[in-house]
């Protein structure tokens, strides 16, 4: 299903606050939760299976906009390329741990 998103950042540049939006397309297909993000499960009393499947899928995702964001970076060049080439790194870093704690909670 493609469907687009837009996300609003606000950052700071030589002192001046900026406030961009920005839009860009998902083309990937969502099963029948789409994009929504249900934790109704994950407020300590949630059954581990519903744990596991949250933590499961919000990975797959996770690696699939770092994917994005790399192919976004490759367009890129100079110091832009560059920080989003330090956040690729942080984003693989944090699935790396997830992907631990899902292997932890599938044993």
């Not at 367009?75 to 390329?81: R, T």
């Amino acid at each position: 299903m493609e469907h687009n998103h837009e996300h609003t950042h606000t950052h700071t540049h030589d002192g001046v606050e900026h406030t961009h939006t920005h839009t860009h397309p998902h083309l990937h297909p969502h099963g029948d939760e789409g994009h929504g993000h249900k934790h109704e499960a994950l407020d300590g009393h949630g059954d581990s299976d519903k744990v596991l499947a949250v933590l499961t899928y919000m990975l797959e995702h996770n690696v699939h906009h770092c994917a994005e964001l790399k192919d976004l970076a490759n367009s890129l060049s100079g110091e832009a390329q560059h920080q989003l080439f330090h956040a690729i790194e942080a984003f693989d870093q944090a699935n790396d741990h997830l992907a631990k704690a899902v292997g932890e909670l599938k044993k």
